[in-house]
């Protein structure tokens, strides 16, 4: 059972690069979402997905791009990177319904901006 | 504008102790409050929930305490063990219209388990 996987596990990026983060998940889930964990913040959604072709802004879109055209795929793209950008990237798929439906992660990908 | 507060930051407990962190929260409308454990190098993983009409869940050594009233959770670990040390974050998830559920996590707290 793959779950939730995520690449890159490490990037470094110069200010003003691009690039995609990847995430797949095999596991059928309507719902994928990114989180961004910085120290002492604990995870702040970035943007989600209810199903291909539908996405929204979570807490700190800011900066990001995202597009869901299968279920199994969610890709965040950072058009332009800034230092603030730095951080520790988590993927998570869940199913949709009642509130209780837990969230599978990935293992993060590690963002670094210089 | 942070919706779920935790304490403390970091904790630190001999083995056998009891390793206690607290949440509180503010909005009301939050129907279903998880834990998650997360190991340097892993995402984080459900470790144990609660629902707001239940005051205590019990699994193996973890135990959630949950107090309506003053809106505030806390884990318990009992007979804690180095294998433990990992950062636990509480969060709180709201029923979405549009996306089923969403959560807020609360900012983590980093558990030693020393031997």
């Known amino acids: 059972n793959a779950g939730v996987t995520q690449t890159p596990k490490f990037q470094v990026l110069k200010t003003g690069q691009s690039m995609t983060l990847q995430c797949a998940q095999d596991?059928?889930?309507?719902?994928m979402s990114w989180y961004r964990q910085d120290p002492g913040m604990g995870l702040r959604l970035i943007h989600y997905?209810?199903?291909?072709?539908?996405?929204d802004q979570g807490e700190v879109p800011n900066g990001y791009n995202v597009s869901r055209s299968t279920t199994e795929d969610f890709p965040l793209r950072l058009l332009s990177a800034a230092p603030s950008q730095t951080s520790v990237y988590f993927c998570a798929s869940s199913r949709i319904g009642s509130s209780n439906q837990p969230q599978h992660f990935g293992d993060g990908t590690r963002l670094s901006i210089l | 504008q942070q919706q779920v507060k935790q304490s403390p930051q970091s904790l630190i407990v001999q083995k056998g102790g009891i390793s206690i962190i607290n949440c509180a929260y503010e909005n009301t409308a939050f129907d279903y409050f998880p834990w998650y454990q997360q190991f340097p190098g892993k995402g984080p993983a459900l470790l144990i929930a609660?629902?707001?009409?239940?005051s205590e869940k019990k699994e193996g050594r973890f135990t959630i305490s949950f107090n309506k009233s003053a809106k505030q959770f806390s884990l318990h670990i009992m007979d804690s063990q180095p294998g433990d040390s990992a950062t636990y974050f509480c969060a709180a998830s709201i029923r979405v219209e549009t996306s089923g559920s969403r959560l807020t996590f609360g900012e983590g707290t980093q558990l030693t388990v020393n031997p």
């Open positions: 997905s209810v199903g291909a072709g539908i996405t």
């Open positions: 596991m059928n889930h309507e719902y």
């Open positions: 609660i629902r707001p009409d239940v």
